[in-house]
């Protein structure tokens, strides 16, 4: 039997005990933006990580702790995954068929917020790992090392800062990102960059408290009011962001991206059946132009909005606060000071000053070449695993902390893991199936496999 | 002992049963927002007319029922009374400080939900009945009449065809409305007309399901920025509205309304202290400027904001739906569904036919002619009653459903009642202060006799 064969063989005989094992991980809330669960679950996988013989610290940020584990192994190289154990608030709760923490079992596929964001992904690497050392007689092939953050759904604050600090002991020759998957065709995709993330909370407060609008309609300024144009100043609806200098350090994507994004297939007619979109944004319909909007493009989101009466029927009040959560995606080579301080110069020039900006977290954009021979690594292992022809994104229109890794590690990454375009990451029935999830542990471990021998 | 005089000394001798009957009103919650006791207050109510002599009929509308009282006086001549047996819902409950439905008389206040708002005006009418018939040997001066609703604070949807339908059994020479008492001075105020209402609700939906904002934000429609961008389009931020045609029937204030809003004291101080204004819309100070703004213009007020996500922290969510609450104050001879058709129109030709309009209640302004007889007599009993010049406000800056009775039953409208700036209608810890309600007792039963010697 090959290695691959016997890889391949250890985790289809396994897959029961992994599923459990990503039931027990979904089944322990780790809310990051509220705090729910998070020790809790850090210890739950730091217990997982020191079964496998990984030494595991759990060790100090601004906010929540970052877990670090390592492992010896037969070579010198060393692989380093990157994972976060938080997941995203569940709510709105009643959208969901069955509770977000109970972790169901339903057609194939497994129910529960971090199913696959970033619990399933996590699982991958651990029943990897499990073939992995079972293949080389309980020894790891390479060194391993794991980063695991409490921090990744709430803006990796205080990664950045982590990594710089801990160059030595995270010094790995390539990495392996929390995400990865299959597109709408089934085809692998390995997505090379990320683009940047600058997340601000904008709030007005223009009285002491709400009064009857019947008496301040006229007269008293209204937090809604406010909140509304300075929101609108923000980004007109031809989706041109009016932000001065907000475009200025974008990098038109080059001959190779674009060359690139010509080989993704249109995910157009994917996105109208999932999302009911009827019109994509700026009139583009497909191909290589809705590709490149949607990854080489910087954005202005508006990701909530607060204020006053939201019950039935009528309130008649004026409300004295409002707020909103605003997202900008960033490409290279923007940056989220530059972009915070542009931000708050165009409110304050507008003649909004009583618009707070709050940073609920930002990150650079950042990328890797497409070229590297760890890049072709991936891709060679994704073609076995999947039997389908790899797709590399040069860059993905989401957003992490990869820059922190590219910058003081100087480490390609690339990803890999068990999503598919339905997974519901972030959303309600957020789920794995359980299929995916078993071609998410093999590319794991054959990618490991393939690095050791190189 | 003179006229006056003898209903004085009735009604100081009986404030402890007036607060007491007060306080079993008070005691029976009556929400119409949800249907809390609303039929057991009604018939509360009528007990109360009915012992009065009245003959009380609840009549069906729409909605609740309508209390309709009658009582055969002397003279020829009707006065009208009207009212609401319903009250605003008690929420939050954690900011009273004593339980809204167990009245609890301190420091010379009664503290209940609808202590103001609207049983203590309506116990104002009851008791003033009392002092009256006692001054005529158990009769009554002239014919009067009360109209009770129980969805005044809903909306009144049912009263408008109610009083249309009933013109004849309501027919009266005068209405003494629900509301009344003084300023942040101490002078008793008459209010003779009310702006009218036409409140909104907008809502969009851009996508099936929410999506994350790093695959939408730049290629799928955010029904956050499209009711961000449709409401910008309503008003601007020097406060105009924009939408085609809206001030065309707006009728500017009279050289008479100028001069009776010259003689309002300037309530810009009081407002700077209550609701911590620190400069009034469109750059007036107080004074005249600030109260015909504040009831001679319409308005378009932002009562609520709702999309996405809205808890701490950050949540990358580009959202499917949006929604606002939207509040228009108009003044004469603005209509509601006059508005309804140009905000409709408007929505359309600006590229927002995805915003979806409903209508969450109205009703049409309406005002009564400040120098007609009857706005003459309540103001000189005002004078006796407070010992203070009463106030004549043209407009107020509120809504209600004036125009029904103004259309219908052409009778001229005056306000009378025991409120003063604190009383909290609407909100936590409501209250009558016993003087005032002693006062607007007082003056109810002034004018009443004073309509009928007339």
Chains 1, 2 share one sequence.
Request: glycine content about 10%; hydrophobic content about 40%; charged content about 20%.
């Amino acid at each position: 039997m090959s290695a691959t064969a016997a890889l391949d063989a250890f985790i289809a005989s396994h897959m029961a005990q992994s599923t459990a094992e990503l039931a027990r991980l979904c089944a322990q809330p780790s809310i990051s933006a509220t705090g729910e669960g998070m020790a809790a679950c850090a210890d739950l996988v730091a217990g997982l990580l020191a079964a496998r013989g990984f030494d595991v610290e759990l060790l100090p940020t601004s906010g929540y702790p970052v877990l670090v584990a390592e492992a010896r192994g037969r070579s010198a190289r060393t692989l380093l995954f990157y994972n976060h154990y938080d997941v995203q608030p569940p709510e709105p709760l009643e959208l969901w068929d069955s509770p977000p923490f109970e972790p169901t079992v339903r057609a194939g596929a497994l129910y529960a917020r971090g199913a696959i964001d970033d619990k399933g992904n996590l699982l991958c690497r651990l029943a990897a790992l499990d073939a992995v050392r079972a293949l080389h007689g309980g020894a790891y092939p390479c060194n391993i090392k794991f980063v695991i953050e409490g921090e990744e759904e709430t803006g990796s604050t205080g990664l950045e800062p982590f990594v710089a600090a801990h160059k030595q002991r995270l010094a790995a020759d390539a990495c392996i990102w929390e995400f990865g998957g299959v597109d709408h065709l089934g085809n692998p995709n390995l997505f090379l960059g990320l683009r940047g993330i600058c997340y601000v909370g904008l709030s007005v407060r223009s009285l002491t408290q709400d009064v009857h609008s019947g008496l301040g309609g006229s007269i008293f300024p209204n937090a809604a009011w406010r909140l509304t144009w300075a929101l609108n100043s923000l980004k007109d609806s031809m989706e041109r962001i009016l932000i001065p200098g907000f475009y200025d350090a974008v990098q038109a994507p080059s001959a190779r991206d674009l060359e690139l994004l010509a080989h993704i297939p249109d995910p157009a007619q994917s996105y109208r059946e999932r999302y009911g979109v009827t019109e994509f944004l700026r009139g583009v319909t497909g191909g290589v132009a809705l590709e490149r909007q949607a990854s080489f493009e910087p954005t202005c989101t508006i990701c909530g909005l607060n204020s006053g009466y939201q019950g039935a029927g009528s309130k008649t009040v004026l409300p004295a606060e409002a707020s909103a959560k605003v997202d900008f995606r960033l490409v290279p080579n923007q940056t989220p000071a530059d972009i915070l301080q542009k931000l708050r110069s165009h409110l304050d020039a507008q003649g909004f000053a009583d618009v707070l900006v709050e940073d609920l977290g930002s990150e650079p954009p950042a990328r890797t070449d497409p070229d590297h021979p760890f890049v072709q690594m991936a891709a060679d292992t994704a073609r076995v695993v999947y039997g389908r022809e790899p797709v590399l994104v040069p860059m993905s229109g989401g957003s992490g902390p990869n820059h922190a890794f590219i910058e003081h590690l100087k480490v390609p990454i690339v990803t890999c893991g068990a999503g598919y375009p339905g997974s519901q990451a972030h959303a309600p029935n957020e789920h794995v199936r359980l299929d995916m999830l078993q071609q998410g542990i093999r590319h794991s471990a054959h990618l490991l496999q393939r690095f050791a021998d190189a």
